[in-house]
């Protein structure tokens, strides 16, 4: 059983267009991070959440931490082709280890 | 800033060379780690050195071995090389505001 849900596992969506990805949990968290990460490339701390019902903007990246602390949310306004990557939602476990959700494969066609 | 920096970026090695992959960091961060990434998988940690002076396995820690050689720099060598280990190897680091940033990475192929 995966510790954080993501989805949708995969997204194709039109330059322009706006979405949401999702990273859920049944378990509560201190902290959330959201990551992208690009063929090729190692992960980019994109953000990280740490208070219910957090609201934080990257331009045109908006995230949101559930009030209960358990689940979170990355909406993408007006998607770029640059947009395209895996979208990683994590948080940190015992010894430090870093926990990923499954992953969202997003696809911004122009 | 640099942020996370790692060498070589690419190598090839023979069954049963040695090798060390360097990482370093500028960010003035405590705690440091080392993931492998195999192809369509996620990653997986290795070592992770949460101070200076300390060291502790991951997930994934055999044929591997690490040294915190001072707060900026993270050492994994890998003693006897083995096919398995062919895959993109991460470096990353960590401060008190949490989240991870990760360096480049080494893509690794083992003969």
């Known amino acids: 059983t995966q510790l954080l849900e993501q989805s949708p596992q995969f997204l194709s969506i039109q330059e322009g267009e706006n979405l949401t990805v999702y990273c859920n949990s049944s378990s509560v968290f201190s902290s959330l991070q959201w990551y992208r990460q690009e063929p090729g490339e190692g992960p980019v701390l994109l953000v990280t959440?740490?208070?219910?019902?957090e609201v934080k903007k990257l331009k045109r990246l908006t995230f949101q931490f559930g009030d209960a602390r358990k689940d979170s949310s990355l909406h993408i306004t007006a998607a770029q082709p640059g947009d395209t990557g895996l979208y990683l939602c994590?948080?940190?476990?015992?010894?430090?280890?870093?926990?990923f959700g499954s992953g969202t494969r997003l696809l911004v066609r122009p | 800033n640099a942020g996370v920096t790692q060498t070589p970026k690419f190598q090839v090695l023979k069954t049963g060379q040695s090798m060390t992959l360097q990482c370093a960091q500028d960010m003035n961060h405590n705690s440091m780690y080392w993931y492998r990434q195999d192809p369509g998988m996620g990653l997986r940690l290795i070592y992770y050195?949460?101070?200076?002076?300390?060291?502790d396995k991951g997930e994934v820690p055999n044929g591997y071995n690490v040294s915190r050689l001072n707060k900026r720099e993270f050492s994994l060598r890998l003693e006897s090389a083995a096919p398995s280990q062919t895959s993109v190897y991460f470096c990353a680091s960590s401060g008190l505001a949490g989240g991870q940033y990760f360096g480049p990475g080494t893509r690794l192929t083992v003969l």
């Open positions: 050195s949460a101070s200076e002076g300390t060291t």
């Open positions: 994590a948080v940190e476990g015992s010894s430090y280890k870093l926990i």
């Open positions: 959440v740490v208070t219910g019902g």
